[in-house]
């Protein structure tokens, strides 16, 4: 077991003022499953990259191991996966490749076949199975659930499960929870590492935050209190020290040296108020930095004029000679939340196209009622750039509702005034999903919505999407997403 040793880490982009680290400092152990989670657009990539010594910065990083990326850059998609795999591990060592490959239910036959025939899953599998099997290496795992059905992100779950050395970036709950012991989180003002996985970092957190929250609702009232103090005490100074040019009921004398050391008193005692109130304002300031904004959206979705909104009835498609998917048959009523599950390949995406109005060959019966509404969410956000106001210009939806949602789901306001073709991937799918919460469509299709996401904005989404109640049919790998979404589940 070796260090990873960060110190004084700061990093901004060229021709930026927003510095993404300032002097942050921390050690890692090359034994640990780390998982790294944060907000999109805090730098989760960004640190792989300094990590990779792709970016030049301020003070150092060192570490005993040499660092690998996942996804491996393959210039050439085309050649023989066994080529791939050298690539990766030049002096790699076929039984342990092969024991890589079990662990992972991939066939020998693959190294045989062009690896650009091989399923995203299987490309996936292939390269953790070559990296693996490097030795001194600690790996960087970038988001590789994005990619793989369900079964597959439980077979390369247990598969990291028995590895070591490795940071995970991922933002799928249940994977994070059975594959990582311990969690690094870029926090909205530090980065905090802890034992455990996912879910007891998130319990600690909320504890934290439902601690602070309380302390500051406290000390909001001591400050409160001691100002309405120091106002009677300021006050009752002032007046005892007027009252030195007074006389008594008697009409005798004042004591003006009495009079005037009760007014110093008082003052005192004002001054002792106000250092408390300044006090209790810096203890206030302290608070709150790292809490997640998560605020409620509140939308309404239009009602459509008949319950069924649409029926599939012994649906098969097909590409020249192979069908991808065959006999099916569902239907979609107001209020029903459907999650279309399937392995890789088996249709989900093209269904969604069809119903969405694409010109896909098929056999059977697509029944979707008249002048119905549909907001379609691809898997695609390449298309996307330009400035956010030309955007929502362009597809018709009122710029200020955009806007708002966009700042709950955390987008800084700078964002705004940048082009969405530099937003990183989770922004991306966020600008897509805001575009389509704010169409007045009847019917929400959604596929794979979630890639790139950080996970509290899954949450965020998740949480919308249980109060706004709208119709949805969503095609989505995130576990603990469909569990709590989803109203019925639809095998193909």
């Known amino acids: 077991m070796s260090q990873i040793t960060v110190n004084k880490l700061t990093f901004a982009y060229e021709g930026s003022y927003d510095l993404i680290f300032e002097n942050v400092s921390f050690q890692l152990d090359t034994d640990w499953r780390l998982g790294f989670t944060g907000r999109n657009g805090r730098g989760k990539t960004t640190f792989l990259n ?13 570490a005993d191991v040499e660092f690998e990326y996942f996804p491996y850059p393959i210039a050439d998609r085309d050649q023989l996966t066994m080529n791939v795999v050298s690539d990766i591990y030049p002096d790699y060592v076929h039984w342990e490749l092969m024991r890589e490959f079990q662990l992972l239910e991939v066939t020998e036959d693959v190294l045989y076949r062009p690896f650009s025939s091989l399923s995203n899953g299987e490309q996936t599998k292939v390269m953790l199975a070559a990296m693996f099997i490097k030795e001194n290496r600690f790996l960087l795992i970038d988001e590789p659930t994005n990619h793989l059905d369900l079964r597959g992100r439980e077979l390369v779950s247990e598969y990291l499960r028995t590895k070591r050395g490795f940071i995970l970036v991922s933002h799928d709950r249940a994977f994070l929870d059975h594959s990582v012991d311990h969690i690094l989180s870029i926090n909205r003002t530090n980065i905090e590492i802890q034992k455990g996985n996912f879910s007891s970092w998130w319990m600690n957190k909320e504890r934290q935050d439902q601690y602070e929250l309380a302390e500051n609702e406290k000390l909001k009232k001591d400050i409160k209190r001691l100002s309405e103090a120091a106002r009677r005490t300021s006050g009752w100074s002032d007046e005892v020290e007027k009252s030195k040019n007074g006389t008594r009921n008697s009409g005798s004398k004042l004591d003006k040296g009495y009079v005037g050391h009760k007014a110093a008193k008082m003052m005192k005692r004002s001054k002792s108020i106000e250092q408390r109130q ?15 904004s998560a605020d409620q959206l509140k939308l309404s979705q239009p009602v459509y004029h008949k319950q069924q909104l649409l029926h599939l009835d012994h649906v098969s498609i097909q590409y020249g000679d192979r069908t991808v998917c065959q006999d099916v048959s569902f239907t979609i009523n107001q209020g029903d939340r459907v999650a279309l599950r399937g392995s890789n390949g088996s249709g989900k995406s093209s269904l969604l196209k069809l119903i969405c109005g694409e010109a896909i060959s098929h056999t059977g019966n697509v029944d979707i009622g008249s002048r119905l509404q549909i907001s379609y969410v691809s ?8 400035s956010l106001t030309d955007y929502a210009r362009a597809c018709g939806i009122d710029e200020s509702l955009f806007k708002a949602i966009l700042r709950k789901l955390d987008f800084a306001r700078v964002q705004f005034e940048k082009d969405i073709a530099s937003y990183s991937g989770g922004q991306k799918k966020k600008v897509l999903i805001a575009r389509s919460l704010c169409e007045h469509a009847h019917l929400l299709i959604w596929d794979e919505p979630l890639n790139f996401i950080d996970v509290i904005s899954r949450m965020q989404i998740e949480e919308l999407l249980l109060s706004y109640a709208p119709t949805i049919l ?19």
């Open 278 to 292: 300044q006090s209790a304002l810096e203890e206030k300031s302290s608070l709150l930095k790292n809490l997640e």
């Open 474 to 492: 969503f095609v989505e790998h995130d576990r603990e997403f469909c569990e709590h979404v989803a109203t019925s589940v639809i095998e193909l």
């Open 379 to 386: 898997q695609d956000t390449s298309h996307l750039a330009g």
């Open 50 to 62: 300094l990590l990779l010594g792709k970016l030049e910065y301020s003070g150092t990083i060192s």
